[in-house]
């Protein structure tokens, strides 16, 4: 780009302008307008793991604050001013020093942006020229009369790691479960499984799937709608969660096994679920069985010892320890499953595994998500307590 002064560049945009006037009968009008209307990016470079790639940032968004006396913390510096900033950052190892872009003025008013090396000098603006983004910049835009301008801070940001990356750390290796820990069960109840937001869920003695709605002080036994040869008995996980655009409206999700002396050739997991509509004068819920093809197991959720369910992230992520039955996993807590479409569908997928320097010879191993979107595990039998997260999942909105 050409370095310029500000008072060379307005000298060069009157006399510009003064010969137009000359030259031409059209009537020229100028406006005091100085302000910037759009920011947009172009076609960027990436560099990952030394691979070079190109992509266009034409989508991402920014934000344009015109207030003179917004604050805003861009890369650890607090501004005052204008400021054009991103909603989101681009991805990891985007090239930041050479960003191509497009800035909008109203009514023809001229852009400059402050020159790196000389605070004092600026330099003219040009969509063809990368710019050097790679910490906030000073752009001033002047009005097309020349008699006002006003000055801008545009920031660009790209993340620091990768966003789809799993990252576990070992937290213990001493972990012992406590007296706390363990549950003091009703008369009649084999196990709590868990709860909606007004229902809670367990299992009887004599393997009935009940439902209490005065947090646990009285029970009653479930309303199976069909199937009910098919509802599993041990093994059991359950999660709860708001249902996607529905108000006052549960997804229960509960996996489990039958014995295995009853059905000792049977391979996949059982996967039952129900709709809690908690509105005024809602219809009852009744459970029902998540049918899957016999003769076809694909993306079937597998008949493994222990499973464990947890909601993470836009699904939920299941495993277990070694199959039984017909299920021939022999590894225990090998491979995670996840489903994206409410426990229809289990896949494995390379997004999410156990930690490196996991212990495989733990005897029971369970799961919780805390507020923070980490997943913590605790092993019995082993004492090691891993707590992971999805990258993106901890960053600031």
């Known amino acids: 780009m050409k370095l310029i002064k500000i008072a060379l560049m307005l000298v060069m945009t009157t006399v510009i302008m003064a010969s137009c006037l000359k030259s031409s009968d059209t009537e020229v009008t100028l406006y005091s307008d100085a302000v910037i209307t759009n920011f947009t990016l172009g076609t960027l470079n990436k560099y990952v793991d030394g691979t070079k790639s190109t992509y266009s940032a034409s989508t991402y968004l920014f934000n344009i604050d015109q207030s003179d006396r917004g604050t805003h913390k861009l890369k650890d510096t ?3 001013g204008r400021c054009i900033y991103l909603a989101d950052s681009l ?9 191509v872009s497009t800035i909008t003025t109203l009514n023809n008013g001229t852009a400059i942006i402050e020159d790196l090396d000389d605070p004092d000098s600026w330099l003219y603006y040009s969509s063809l020229d990368s710019i050097d983004f790679s910490k906030p910049r000073k752009v001033r835009v002047y009005s097309s009369d020349g008699e006002a301008y006003n000055q801008y801070f545009i920031s660009v940001d790209a993340h620091q790691e990768d966003g789809e990356k799993f990252v576990w750390k070992l937290m213990r290796n001493d972990w012992q479960p406590s007296m706390e820990e363990t549950q003091t069960l009703p008369d009649g109840i084999k196990k709590i499984l868990g709860s909606s937001t007004t229902e809670q869920y367990a299992l009887s003695t004599d393997n009935k799937l ?18 009910a040869d098919k509802l599993p008995t041990r093994d059991l996980s359950l999660v709860s969660y708001p249902l996607a655009k529905t108000d006052s409206t549960d997804y229960v999700l509960l996996i489990g096994n039958r014995e295995v002396n009853e059905q000792n050739t049977e391979s996949t997991a059982m996967v039952w679920r129900k709709v809690v509509d908690y509105s005024q004068r809602a219809p009852k819920a009744y459970w029902t069985y998540i049918e899957r093809d016999a003769e076809d197991e694909t993306y079937s959720l597998p008949r493994m010892a222990d499973l464990t369910m947890v909601k993470y992230d836009d699904g939920v992520l299941a495993f277990g320890a070694e199959g039984i039955g017909g299920c021939d996993i022999t590894a225990p807590y090998s491979d995670i499953y996840q489903s994206r479409d409410n ?5 494995l997928t390379s997004r999410y595994a156990f930690p490196e320097d996991f212990d495989f010879s733990a005897s029971d191993v369970k799961a919780v998500v ?3 979107n980490f997943i913590w595990l605790y092993c019995t039998g082993t004492g090691e307590v891993w ?4 990258n993106r999942l901890g960053w600031k909105k």
Not at 220 to 226: M, S
Not at 343 to 347: F, L, P, R
Not at 387 to 390: K, V
């Open 78 to 80: 607090t501004i005052v």
């Open 91 to 99: 991805p990891l190892g985007t090239d930041l020093k050479h960003v």
């Open 210 to 227: 009940m439902v209490s709605h005065d947090k646990g002080v009285t029970w009653q036994e479930e309303k199976i709608a069909e199937d």
């Open 343 to 347: 426990g229809i569908t289990w896949k």
């Open 370 to 372: 805390d507020s923070d």
């Open 387 to 390: 707590r992971g997260r999805l």
